[in-house]
């Protein structure tokens, strides 16, 4: 603990509960990402208990944690002068409101340097329902510079965020816009009220099931080509991700490799949902076993990725499994697709073409930006980013 720190019992405390019994208040809950939020615009309508009662109160400026506290769910309440939020989640104020940002601290308190401490002091064996006790939380050391500091930091890293915002929103309109120029230009795969010709993937080109390499062979694995598994696929992104583990030579020759124009879709998945994400390869590739390549052999691979994500669902009802998901090789040849025209299908990656660039484009500048991101919030919370203060200006 620096000279700087203060700890966290220092700055909040336990709220003195107040249970919401017959009062009529907006319903809160907690992500991730975006903090509290409204309830009916999480969800588009109610999803707590018809019986409220035992809710929780939480006025404007309190601190609510939730769990799995380990992922940062955790925000101060800035939405309502009161609402309520699950009797599960513990309600904290500021000892000395004036001494403290709360934009500050709730960005600490979402750092990589804070969930590193709550991950270290978890207690429990049930990995979701770990818990940290209350005085261990009240532990946590807190960089503190003056309110001044506090608020100038916060409004960087605001700044900052406010841009990834920005860029995450703009791929999300270029994804949106992809989908939208192939159902304008052709319909949804799903009608079969379309005039187009249909066929099936065996019939449109080759498809190859992955593998697994011996493992008992260590020289299978290590220098060379990468071996994409599901978690490499990951839509709406364009191109597989990069793999973490490559095949050797001797793997390649036992492995299953496919070109760059394959598309990738997962076929077998610890749940149903991910059955049928897709993507291009983007380069020649090795593929496990819960993988089947599509190689389309005269339709253009751009056109088929598109058309085979809008019909995700003819994919997912050739799943065999229940909890989990399986579309085995057979299966998954005999899924009809539409088959335009090539000019048409020409015609559709000219336009998509552009929109691929510029969500490529803003990918890029997401990146950068998340690394700035990174690199400040480590800064901020280290105090190399901190002004030097005048004595008596530290908190």
């Given at each position: 603990m620096s000279s700087t720190d203060t700890l966290l019992g220092d700055i909040i405390k336990p709220a003195v509960l107040r249970?919401?019994?017959?009062?009529?208040?907006?319903?809160?809950?907690?992500?991730?990402?975006?903090?509290?939020?409204?309830?009916?615009?999480?969800?588009?309508?109610?999803?707590?208990?018809?019986?409220?009662?035992?809710?929780?109160?939480?006025?404007?400026?309190?601190?609510?944690?939730?769990?799995?506290?380990?992922?940062?769910?955790?925000?101060?309440?800035?939405?309502?002068?009161?609402?309520?939020?699950?009797?599960?989640?513990?309600?904290?104020d500021l000892v000395d409101p004036d001494s403290v940002s709360r934009d500050f601290l709730e960005r600490f308190l979402r750092s990589p340097r804070a969930l590193k401490y709550y991950t270290a002091k978890l207690q429990g064996s049930t990995a979701r329902r770990r818990s940290l006790p209350k005085d261990i939380f009240l532990a946590l050391p807190v960089p503190l510079p003056s309110l001044r500091e506090q608020e100038r930091i916060a409004a960087v890293l605001d700044q900052v965020d406010t841009l990834r915002a920005k860029r995450r929103e703009a791929i999300t309109l270029l994804d949106d816009l992809a989908r939208s120029i192939f159902l304008d230009m052709f319909g949804d795969p799903l009608s079969r009220n379309s005039s187009w010709d249909r066929k099936t993937i065996g019939e449109l080109g080759a498809v190859v099931t992955g593998n697994t390499p011996s493992r008992a062979k260590p020289e299978n694995y290590g220098e060379g080509i990468e071996w994409i598994k599901t978690d490499n696929i990951r839509p709406p992104a364009l191109n597989a991700s990069r793999a973490a583990e490559r095949l050797t030579v001797a793997g390649e020759k036992v492995g299953r490799v496919v070109p760059a124009e394959s598309i990738l879709v997962t076929c077998i998945a610890g749940s149903p949902a991910s059955i049928g994400n897709a993507v291009l390869a983007g380069r020649r590739v090795a593929i496990n076993q819960q993988i089947n390549a599509f190689i389309p052999q005269g339709p253009l691979p751009r056109f088929m990725l598109e058309q085979i994500r809008l019909g995700k669902a003819l994919i997912q009802r050739k799943s065999t499994g229940a909890m989990t998901g399986l579309v085995n090789k057979t299966q998954f040849s005999s899924i009809s697709l539409m088959v335009p025209p090539m000019g048409r299908q020409q015609e559709f990656v000219r336009r998509v073409e552009c929109v691929d660039s510029q969500r490529a484009r803003n990918v890029r500048h997401l990146a950068a930006l998340d690394e700035l991101f990174s690199s400040l919030q480590h800064r901020a919370f280290s105090g190399t980013l901190w002004d030097h203060e005048a004595p008596g200006e530290a908190a």
């Amino acid at each position: 603990m620096s000279s700087t720190d203060t700890l966290l019992g220092d700055i909040i405390k336990p709220a003195v509960l107040r249970r919401a019994g017959v009062e009529e208040l907006p319903i809160l809950s907690m992500t991730m990402r975006g903090g509290l939020v409204d309830q009916a615009d999480k969800f588009k309508k109610r999803v707590a208990s018809a019986d409220t009662s035992a809710y929780r109160v939480v006025n404007r400026g309190q601190l609510v944690v939730g769990f799995p506290i380990d992922e940062g769910v955790l925000s101060f309440q800035r939405l309502y002068d009161s609402a309520i939020v699950s009797p599960a989640y513990e309600i904290w104020d500021l000892v000395d409101p004036d001494s403290v940002s709360r934009d500050f601290l709730e960005r600490f308190l979402r750092s990589p340097r804070a969930l590193k401490y709550y991950t270290a002091k978890l207690q429990g064996s049930t990995a979701r329902r770990r818990s940290l006790p209350k005085d261990i939380f009240l532990a946590l050391p807190v960089p503190l510079p003056s309110l001044r500091e506090q608020e100038r930091i916060a409004a960087v890293l605001d700044q900052v965020d406010t841009l990834r915002a920005k860029r995450r929103e703009a791929i999300t309109l270029l994804d949106d816009l992809a989908r939208s120029i192939f159902l304008d230009m052709f319909g949804d795969p799903l009608s079969r009220n379309s005039s187009w010709d249909r066929k099936t993937i065996g019939e449109l080109g080759a498809v190859v099931t992955g593998n697994t390499p011996s493992r008992a062979k260590p020289e299978n694995y290590g220098e060379g080509i990468e071996w994409i598994k599901t978690d490499n696929i990951r839509p709406p992104a364009l191109n597989a991700s990069r793999a973490a583990e490559r095949l050797t030579v001797a793997g390649e020759k036992v492995g299953r490799v496919v070109p760059a124009e394959s598309i990738l879709v997962t076929c077998i998945a610890g749940s149903p949902a991910s059955i049928g994400n897709a993507v291009l390869a983007g380069r020649r590739v090795a593929i496990n076993q819960q993988i089947n390549a599509f190689i389309p052999q005269g339709p253009l691979p751009r056109f088929m990725l598109e058309q085979i994500r809008l019909g995700k669902a003819l994919i997912q009802r050739k799943s065999t499994g229940a909890m989990t998901g399986l579309v085995n090789k057979t299966q998954f040849s005999s899924i009809s697709l539409m088959v335009p025209p090539m000019g048409r299908q020409q015609e559709f990656v000219r336009r998509v073409e552009c929109v691929d660039s510029q969500r490529a484009r803003n990918v890029r500048h997401l990146a950068a930006l998340d690394e700035l991101f990174s690199s400040l919030q480590h800064r901020a919370f280290s105090g190399t980013l901190w002004d030097h203060e005048a004595p008596g200006e530290a908190a």
